[in-house]
Nanobody
Framework: QVQLVESGGGLVPAGGSLRLSCVAS????????MGWFRQAPGKEREFVAG???????????DYADSVKGRFTISRDNAKNTVYLQMNSLKPEDTAVYVC??????????????WGQGTQVTVSS
């Protein structure tokens, strides 16, 4: 069992920045693919960013087109933490951001564990 706890959400003006954190605990490994999804009211949950091991000290990252160039996903294996640095935030980024982990493949292929979510609100 893996537990994921997000933090770092809040209310920011358009153009501002936030850094989300996701701390994983339990039966987890540094090689687990992890990532972020978001869901806005009235919309489907969508993939935001993912990170997975691809070799010794090498990670592959993937982003939704809507956040490329603005968001950066990273991880600190020693702290079992994944981060999402969000810059140049737009009102359309407003959503509940949820951390996700998979035990195989990647989070786009199937999520095994979800966090509770953290609210990000971007004002105009």
């Amino acid at each position: 069992q893996v537990q994921l706890v997000e933090s770092g959400g809040g209310l920011v003006p358009a153009g501002g920045s936030l850094r989300l954190s996701c701390v994983a605990s339990g039966r987890t490994f540094s090689s687990y693919p992890m990532g972020w999804f978001r869901q806005a009211p009235g919309k489907e949950r969508e993939f935001v960013a993912g990170i997975r091991w691809s070799g010794p000290g090498i990670y592959y990252v993937d982003y939704a087109d809507s956040v490329k160039g603005r968001f950066t996903i990273s991880r600190d294996n020693a702290k079992n933490t994944v981060y999402l640095q969000m810059n140049s935030l737009k009102p359309e980024d407003t959503a509940v951001y949820v951390c996700a982990a998979a035990t195989r493949g990647d989070v786009r292929g199937g999520v095994d564990y979800w966090g509770q979510g953290t609210q990000v609100t971007v004002s105009s």
